[in-house]
């Protein structure tokens, strides 16, 4: 690497740690809450109004049901909550729905819980992101016109911070903006419904006097009831983020099982009264959004420009607080980037987790300079800039992805919950402990019929809008990682189970190869010499006819006893005529051993090593391929070459024997071993 990259990478990432200093601080609830609950906590920017887009379609009237909708997400909200309480308390070490469904219910539902999760982290990169342009796009018209390259800077912004490594010290700075918006929205929602319900203020919103144009007002019974499906599910983005808790359990203090599961509860009804409350307070305040505001707003003035629901209500009841509604804003779009950074952590660790049990390749288990997994990291970014890019930032379109990974890892996840308490219940004899088991069993039993109805009318309801985009995902990722586990185990196998004979070879044939009598030249020639092989000689591919001659003449007048032999190439190749030599050596004497000296530039620039090595790189994938053919990379160090001191000092003794004086001049100019 250069020293100009070199130095770049400092300048971006940092200095890089040591592996001893990776610790794990131990967090207080205080602080854990807002560290695993700002994806929960975000999804009220975006949840409540996908219900009211959704909606939309049918016209103002289907508004009516927007706060029964509310009700019944939020009654599945706080069922999945109470389950995952019982997985805390069953699975304290991080593990999750992944551990619990390859635990109880084989590798097979544990593989389809990693691609579900892995499908869904970006997706909540992407969902979140979005959201947060548009949010900000309420306040700022510049952010909405240009949502999508706010989203794609956003996304690069957070990649760089995670390959910097986020350090647990930092957990202050996840803290004070998530109690910040908890305090924000909690005054909004609180302040709104004092004055709609005690003062009784006829608080309207903004596009409160608009006409609402259904776009299909001839609906039959059964594509209503399709619509309320679709509007359910969108709604259930809510409960997306309540899992990070269970995944992270060992990073609370102790005890940690029960630390992790009082916050749970805690984030359930923060989830809970933000959600409804925002639901409730649109459904009064009169506040109209549509999916297509161009055509389905009827009144609105020219260039309107469509702000978010929630940006709606600040706007109405925060409306005489100086910077009320910026702040909120403001508040909503960081927290929403911070829901996505929750993705940044738990896709790189999952990514891990995978690699370690060889569904994903290996150096997605391997920490980068500053102890990150940095190619999970950067993967999960790549992926996450091209949702947005073909998606435009549009939230709706995005959301109609969403929530399938989670409710599929949590329909699994629960499933292996059942079966674990069954398990557990069979063994147990103490009559207080199997009474605690029932009841979890019953309230994971419960979890598992909820997740997986809503899992179910999320696919009916959104299968053909998108949510198929999610499914296909999920099977090309659970086949592409169980290809890859079963290249490992065939390797592995491979290689395990041939018995190493012990047979060493007859003898041992090593051939330099030449191009020009230089430097590079005589210190493969040395090396190989020092090898003490029973078959040494050079060899050179004749595509330059006076060059080759140039060649034998230097070799005949210097004191070199090594011969040289040229190898005709009637079609000016170098590869093929080498692989011929060295297969006609292998087939005269199959026992023996072939090794290939290749003399290679040690370069110092990226652009040197586009200029150099070129035949040798070539050469050197052919030959990995022969069966009884080693190769051996002779390095020489040109002065740019940042390895190497300034003050060379030339070759060493011996290398340089029988080198014509003048040759040894013009090493530098020459040009490279073919």
Known sequence: MSKLSTATKRLLLGRP??????????????????????????????????????????????????????????????IVVASYRQ????????????????????ETAGLTVGSALLVDYVLTVAVSISSAAANIGS??????QHKVLFA?????????????????????????PVYLFLAAMMGMLGWGLFRVVVLGDELRAESAGFELVAEQSDLTAVAFVVLLARAFSSGCAALTGVEAIGTGVPAFRKPKARNAATTLAVLGALAVALFLGV??????????????PQTQLRGAPEGYEQKTLLGQLAETILGGVPGGFVLLMVLTAVILVLAANTAFNGFPTLGSVLAR???????????????????????????????????RAEVTALIQLYIVGVFVAFSLGQAGMVRHWTRELGTEKDPVTRRRMQRSRTINAVGLVSTATVLLVVLIGKFTVGAWIAVAAMVVAFGVMKSIRRHYDSVAAELESAEWDGVLPSRTHSIVLVSTLHLPTMRALAYARATRPDVLEAITVNVDDEATRRLVREWEDSDLTVPLKV????????????????????????????????????????WEQLLHNQSALRLKSRLLFQPGVMVTSVPWQLRSSAQVPADRGGVPEGTREGMPDARRQEFDNEEEPR
């Open 17 to 78: 740690f040591r592996s001893d200093t990776l610790g794990h601080e131990l967090l207080p609830k205080r602080t854990a809450l807002p560290i695993f609950a700002s994806d929960a906590l975000s999804s009220i920017a975006y949840a409540p109004e996908e219900i009211f887009l959704v909606l939309s379609v049918a016209g103002l009237s289907a508004y009516a049901l927007s706060p029964w909708i509310g009700v019944a997400v939020a009654i599945v909200l706080v």
């Open 87 to 106: 997985t805390v308390r069953a699975y304290p070490s991080g593990g999750g729905d992944y551990e619990v469904a390859t635990k109880n219910l084989g």
């Open 139 to 144: 306040a700022v018209p510049f952010v909405a």
């Open 152 to 176: 794609l800077a956003a996304i690069v912004l957070l990649t760089g911070i995670n390959l910097r490594g986020l350090r647990r010290e930092s957990g202050i700075a996840f803290a004070v």
């Open 279 to 292: 639901v409730f307070l649109a459904d009064r305040l009169g506040v109209v959004v549509a999916e297509h």
């Open 357 to 391: 049990n060889r569904y994903l390749p290996r150096q997605f288990h391997t920490r980068g300079d500053r102890l990150a997994f940095s190619n999970g990291i950067l993967f999960l970014a790549g992926l996450a800039i091209v949702f947005v890019w073909v998606f």
């Open 567 to 606: 190898v005709e190439s009637p079609y000016r190749e170098i590869t093929r005529p080498v692989l011929d030599y060295v297969r006609r050596i292998r087939r005269d004497s199959p026992r023996d051993v072939v090794t290939v000296f290749i003399p290679e530039y040690v370069v110092g620039h990226w």
